[in-house]
């Protein structure tokens, strides 16, 4: 279950990494939100539009130190991501705890909550 899980991750990251809304939204639920390290949120019509838009661009997503848990139908995935882009035309780069909750939906993971904490190494 847990290796699953993983994968859909990992197919969720590299749909944020190709800037495909597409791609993202097969990954996430119509109630999908994403707080953000500023804790703001930002809802799913808002992310993929600005990525429709061409204003939020990624280059690169990269995640380590990851932790799956499974709990029947959800599941919680945390981990250490690093990511690099432009925002507005003005370039990026991140490095968060970011924690994603995953609830089976038909048969499918979809990811219903994006939360992000900035994280300074210690």
């Not at 991750?9 to 953000?36: L, Q």
């Not at 809802?43 to 499974?70: C, P, Q």
């Not at 139908?73 to 990511?83: E, G």
Request: aromatic residues 10%.
């Amino acid at each position: 279950m847990d290796e699953e899980v993983l994968k859909v991750e990992k197919g969720f990251a590299d749909a944020i990494a190709k800037n495909d809304p597409d791609g993202i939204e097969r990954f996430v639920s119509d109630e999908w939100i994403i707080i953000n390290a500023d804790g703001g949120i930002i809802d799913k019509e808002r992310f993929l539009g600005v990525i429709k838009s061409g204003a939020l661009t990624h280059e690169m997503m990269e995640s380590d130190d990851i932790r799956v848990r499974v709990y029947a139908d959800s599941a919680v995935l945390s981990a250490l991501t690093r990511s690099k882009g432009k925002f507005m035309g003005q370039e990026f780069s991140t490095y968060e705890r970011s924690t994603d909750v995953f609830v089976r939906l038909d048969g499918q993971w979809r990811c219903v909550l994006t939360q992000l904490t900035g994280f300074t190494k210690g």
